[in-house]
């Protein structure tokens, strides 16, 4: 089977950088993912990593290490909006092939 | 707008009954997935269909049952509910499947259920 860890809540300052961690056991893994979700509407697709490193796409990042089955979302510069859950999701080739960790609450205060 | 439809958008139904949830996926994209969200529960992967055949089945009850048809769009069946059914229902869609960069999924805005 699989586990996958997220902190359930963070809060942080808006303007300030926030960094959301996500830890994982999965075998056969094929990818991660990380989804925003505003509360009471549809996940968004943020990035996808398969490789080692860090993915970059405006204010926001992606940092994957498949040997610590780790990832982390990085969100600079925040804003009032970034408040929404941040669901992290792992890839894996067999079975129930997609699974959604528990997602992190991030709160964005002024 | 993800480009993912579904309908209807509400749905208030009494125990024991039956209803179908439908799904429309983005032009060209080939699977289709289905999710349960519960208000104390994460988003809960219940079936992944592929260019018509059944790709991958997560934790969806015997009651459930899902089909997609030749023009792509998706079913979802839910029979002999109970109250806690009660949940968001989210289709998505992507152009492959999951094991691919194409894997990324775009959620149509879901179907609210609720069994009284």
């Known amino acids: 089977g699989q586990n996958i860890d997220q902190p359930t809540e963070m809060t942080a300052t808006e303007g300030a950088i926030v960094q959301i961690n996500c830890t994982y056991q999965?075998?056969?893994?094929?990818?991660l993912f990380w989804y925003q979700q505003h509360a009471g509407e549809a996940p968004t697709f943020l990035s996808y990593?398969?490789?080692?490193g860090l993915e970059e796409k405006g204010r926001f990042s992606s940092f994957l290490s498949r040997s610590k089955g780790y990832s982390y979302l990085l969100l600079k510069e925040l804003q009032m909006k970034d408040s929404a859950s941040y669901l992290c999701?792992?890839?894996?080739?067999?079975?129930?092939?997609?699974?959604f960790g528990p997602g992190t609450r991030l709160s964005v205060l002024p | 707008d993800s480009g993912v439809t579904q309908t209807p958008k509400h749905l208030i139904t009494a125990t024991g009954q039956r209803v179908t949830l439908r799904c429309s996926p983005r032009?060209?994209?080939?699977?289709v997935y289905w999710y349960q969200q519960s208000l104390d529960q994460g988003l809960q992967f219940l079936i992944q269909?592929?260019?018509?055949?059944?790709?991958a089945k997560g934790n969806i009850l015997e009651r459930f049952s899902a089909q997609q048809f030749p023009d792509l769009h998706s079913e979802l069946n839910l029979s002999s509910l109970e109250l806690g059914d009660s949940a968001l229902y989210f289709c998505?869609?992507?152009?492959?499947?999951?094991?691919?960069?194409?894997?990324?999924?775009?959620f149509g805005p879901g179907t609210r259920l609720t069994v009284l």
């Open positions: 999965t075998s056969g893994f094929n990818g």
């Open positions: 990593n398969v490789l080692d």
């Open positions: 999701a792992v890839s894996h080739n067999y079975g129930q092939n997609f699974v």
């Open positions: 269909y592929y260019n018509g055949e059944e790709r």
């Open positions: 032009s060209g994209d080939l699977s």
């Open positions: 998505a869609s992507s152009v492959g499947t999951v094991t691919s960069r194409g894997g990324e999924q775009f």
